[in-house]
Every structure is written in structure tokens, then in C-alpha cells.
């Protein structure tokens, strides 16, 4: 067993941590915890790193973090949950490179843990792919002290991140870990504009935006909810301990792609980052020449780790957002967990490319209109409409189907269009839980003018198998027809294999709605070993 005490003398857990932790974060965190930013370093593979650094932006807390001690640090801060983490080597201006990106990447295998390659400057495209795939590195993190002949506040994302790192990113679809440079942090337009070029340049880059753009307090923000808008850019909290941004986060950001990440060894600190007139301050219990600090044997100062203030950050914010359980799983493990399965897995790539093409529909036939289909249930479970308090449990049915983007103003948007009664959702019996749901939508369009539309089916991964993804289908179909409805549509996708046969079966046909719709019915029938009728089916302009 690793001895913390010995290796790593500086972290120290107290009673103020265990009562934090015990009334604070135990109730509230998740079963796993996804650390998507951390630093393992030998004191060797930088000689610099054992010169204590005087400047915030670079805080020296130990002269080496070996991945075991990363490893029991994790454990004691997060008891009894599963934990893994995204690290990566030091980026002292005189690192040895190739040691400390090999001891990265040692730590993942041993640890089951992911790791990022610190990529040479000099380095072409080619040689950094080839290191890249090599090591079984995610993807890049650069940072501002390999730049030459620039000081720290004059390096801009483009000296950072220059065109090899760019194009090997977007070949590969590669993590780019980026450090905001420059004091102004996000409330400096060069920064923001590099941000925006950085996106468009490697498309097929994830960019995950370091500490949220250093922006520790609520004035450093400047423009950089502006970039909510870039579908490739994910914002990481380490290090931001203000509520009060997380919840600017919150609100602006596609709540799929927040990052939760500590910033070892520095999160092991115990203090707390303040915003002051504008400036970010360290404060902290042990003295350092980065951190404003009172002088031992002044008066006893309580302090939790930097690693915790951080986590309550995020727990006033989901709370005060109204946050359910699996948007805060999301958070602290899910969005890690599928981006990184995004980078592993080319058939993940290749299903996102499936999903940005124009769905498939269908059509409830016109010599059916007068035959509603019949909800079958099988038994311990009641169907029935969606009341007011189901909220929260009708929105942990959504997350765990897959549903991104759900909250409850998104909930109440679609209320407003849904037919009385026409929120259907199956409860099962045991548990209370709710379990299937779908939709009777008002939804005109052009291709389906007075149209209605069967939408937002889900059914919760543990009850699949079970027939209720067809019971709320026909539920909404029948509902639609009672109504008066002469067209009734519904919207999917080509890989949605058991939905698509749910719904042949109830009596829905394909809608041959654009060109090249033949085509990938006919894929569809093949695989679903489904008679391939073109000719009988509704085609757009009849």
C-alpha cells in the first residue's frame, strides 16, 4: 500500500475536509468521477519544476506528483467512487518531452486512465501523429512556455497551437487541451478570435477550453459565452471555484460537453481562489510566493482543499439550476466518458456524421386513419399521461435514453405544442420510475402542412426489450387520430434499427420525402430483413 504521508507530505486532510466532505459532497456527487485535468511529473523530466515559481499562472506546490501518489490522492478525495482521470506530463519551458509524455502515458496503463501528448513546437504533423498514436494519447496540450521570443502576455493562441498541431488535430479528431494566454483571458478579443479560428480550423478537433478560459470570477467571463455556439468547444472547470460562473456555464452551454477537472498537484492545496477589483487571487492556508496567505502563528485559518471548492462550486450552481441527477452525472462523468469514446472510436465519428444527415420519415397510412393502433402492456407496468410532478423523473427518462440538451425550459417548450393529453409515459410498478415516453406534437411544416407528429420516443435502457416503446407509440397514434388528425409523421434515423422496426410494425410506412431517400430505405429493409416496396410507398408531391 502506498504510504501518502511519506510521498506527499504537503497534502494534508483534516476534520474541516471529512466534515465537508461527509455533509456537503458525499450526499451530492455521482458514483464516478471523471478528473479531465491532471499533471504527473518526476522532478527529472524538468529541472526547473524544483525552483519554486513566484507567478499564479504557473503555482508550484510540489517539485515532482509520480502517478502513484495522483492515484492515492484521487482515492482519499473521492471515497467510495469510481474514479479515472485525463493527465499529462509538465510543461516547464525546459521539459524533457519525450520522458515526461512516456510517463503519461504509463500512468493511463497502468491506471486505466487516459493521457494527453505535450507536443514539441517544432514538430511537424506527421511526427506528431506518429508520437501520438505511438503513446495511445487522446490528443494535444500545448501551452504558452514553448513559445520563444515572446513573453507570457503577448503569446496569442496561434504562436500556442500553430498550424502542424492544427492539422494533426483535425486529422485524427484529436482532444486539443487549450490554456488561455494573455492577462485579458476571454474579455481579450484576441483570444476570442483565436478561440473561434482554432474551432473552424480543426473542425474535427474536440478543443476543450482549460479552467473555462481562466475566467476564476465572474468579471474575467469578457465575451466567452459568445462561443457557446461552437459545437466543438468544450468548457473545463478546473481550478474555477466561483458559483457563480459555473452557472454562466450553465446557462450558455450545451450542458453535454461541461468538463469537470481538478488540476493536480494545485487542487491538493487547501485555500481558495478569489476574484478581488477585477484580479484573481490565490489564497491560501500554507504561505507561497504566489498566494496572498497569513503567516503561521498569526490566527488559525480554516480552509478546505482547492479540490473541493471546486466541487461545491458546481453543487450551488446545479442546485440553484434545478439539476437532476444525471445532468450532474453528466458533469462529473458521462460527457468525459463520451468524448473520449468520440476519440477512440472512429464508428462513434462515423455515427455523428450519420446523424448531421437529413432524417428519414414516415407516414401513418391515409387507409388507416380510421383504425387506431392498440397500447399492449406487459404486466407491472401502468401507461398513463404525463402530470406536473413528473418533471424531474420524466427528465432522468431523457438522459438516460440519450436525449442531450434536456431541461425543464426545454420540457415546457414542448409542452406548449403537445396535445392535450398527449404526453404519454409508462410507470413502472415496482419502482415508481418512469420508463417510456413519447409525444403527440403539433408540428406543421411545409412537407406535412396541419401535420402532427410522433416524437421524442425514449424508453430507459433497463426496460428495453419489453414492448414500451410500442405501447407509447400507439398510445400517441390513437391520440392523434381521436383529434381528427389526417396527417400524422414522425422523424428518425437510419442507425435507430429497434425504433424503425417498432414502427413498421404498428403500421407506419416510409415517406420517400427528398432524393436518395430510396437508397437508404433500402439499406434499412436489408438489415431489418423488411419487404423493400418503393412503389407502395407515399412519396413527396402526392
Aim: charged share 25%; aromatic share 10%.
Amino acid at each position: 500500500m502506498t504510504d501518502l504521508a511519506a510521498l506527499n507530505p504537503e497534502f494534508v486532510y483534516d476534520e474541516t475536509d471529512e466534515r465537508v466532505w461527509r455533509e456537503e459532497l458525499d450526499p451530492f456527487l455521482p458514483p464516478r468521477i471523471f478528473d479531465f485535468h491532471g499533471h504527473v511529473l518526476l522532478k527529472a523530466h524538468a529541472p526547473s519544476k524544483s525552483k519554486k515559481s513566484r507567478s499564479p499562472s504557473m503555482p508550484h506546490v510540489v517539485d515532482e506528483y509520480p502517478h502513484e501518489v495522483f492515484a492515492e490522492v484521487e482515492k482519499r478525495l473521492w471515497p467510495g467512487r469510481e474514479v479515472k482521470a485525463l493527465v499529462f506530463g509538465t510543461v516547464a519551458p525546459d521539459a524533457d518531452l519525450d520522458a515526461t509524455n512516456a510517463y503519461a502515458a504509463e500512468a493511463a496503463r497502468l491506471y486505466g486512465w487516459e493521457a494527453l501528448l505535450v507536443p514539441s513546437i517544432d514538430d511537424d504533423a506527421d511526427a506528431i501523429l506518429e508520437k501520438v498514436r505511438a503513446g495511445g494519447f487522446l490528443g494535444l496540450k500545448p501551452y504558452w512556455t514553448f513559445v520563444r521570443d515572446k513573453a507570457q502576455n503577448d503569446v496569442t493562441l496561434e504562436d500556442m497551437v500553430p498550424p502542424a498541431m492544427r492539422e494533426a488535430a483535425d486529422r485524427d479528431g484529436l482532444i486539443v487541451m487549450t490554456h488561455i494566454p494573455r492577462p485579458g483571458r476571454l474579455a481579450d478579443s484576441v483570444n476570442i478570435k483565436g478561440l473561434r479560428r482554432l474551432c473552424t480550423d480543426a473542425p474535427n478537433a474536440k478543443i476543450v477550453l482549460a479552467h473555462f478560459g481562466r475566467s476564476y470570477f465572474p468579471e474575467a467571463i469578457g465575451e466567452g459565452l459568445s462561443l457557446a455556439d461552437i459545437d466543438n468547444l468544450y468548457p473545463e472547470l478546473s481550478m474555477v471555484q466561483d458559483w457563480e460562473v459555473v452557472e454562466a456555464v450553465m446557462k450558455a452551454f450545451d450542458r453535454k460537453r461541461i468538463l469537470f477537472g481538478l488540476d493536480l498537484p494545485v487542487a491538493q492545496e487547501k485555500g481558495k481562489c478569489l476574484g478581488v477589483n477585477g484580479q484573481r487571487h490565490f489564497f491560501t492556508k500554507r504561505p507561497h510566493p504566489w498566494s496572498a496567505h497569513v503567516e503561521p502563528g498569526v490566527y488559525e485559518v480554516r480552509c478546505t482543499l482547492f479540490a473541493y471548492e471546486m466541487a461545491r462550486a458546481i453543487k450551488k450552481a446545479a442546485v440553484r439550476m434545478g439539476f437532476s441527477r444525471v445532468q450532474v452525472e453528466d458533469i462529473f462523468w458521462n460527457n468525459a466518458e463520451r468524448l473520449v469514446r468520440w476519440v477512440k472510436e472512429p464508428q462513434a465519428r462515423a455515427e455523428l456524421a450519420e446523424r448531421r444527415r437529413p432524417q428519414l420519415q414516415m407516414l401513418w397510412p391515409e387507409e388507416r386513419l380510421d383504425a387506431s393502433p392498440e397500447a399492449k402492456l406487459p404486466p407491472g407496468y401502468e401507461l398513463r399521461t404525463y402530470r406536473p410532478k413528473d418533471q424531474e423523473a420524466y427528465l432522468d427518462l431523457t438522459h438516460a435514453a440519450g436525449f442531450e440538451g434536456w431541461d425543464g425550459d426545454r420540457l415546457d417548450h414542448f409542452l406548449g405544442k403537445v396535445l392535450p393529453g398527449g404526453l404519454f409515459v409508462i410507470e413502472h410498478a415496482a419502482s415508481g420510475q418512469l420508463v417510456a415516453t413519447a409525444m403527440a406534437v403539433h408540428s406543421p411544416s411545409e412537407g406535412h402542412p396541419s401535420g402532427g407528429e410522433l416524437g421524442w420516443v425514449a424508453t430507459h435502457p433497463a426496460h428495453a426489450g419489453k414492448g414500451l416503446g410500442s405501447a407509447v407509440c400507439a398510445a400517441v397514434t390513437a391520440r392523434f387520430l381521436r383529434a381528427g388528425y389526417r396527417r400524422v409523421y414522425l422523424q428518425t434515423d437510419d442507425w435507430r434499427l429497434a425504433a424503425l422496426k417498432v414502427y413498421l410494425n404498428l403500421g407506419y410506412e416510409p415517406f420517400l420525402c427528398a432524393l436518395g431517400m430510396e437508397d437508404r430505405w433500402r439499406v434499412v429493409c436489408e438489415k431489418l430483413d423488411w419487404p423493400f416496396t418503393p412503389e407502395a410507398w407515399p412519396k413527396a408531391g402526392e
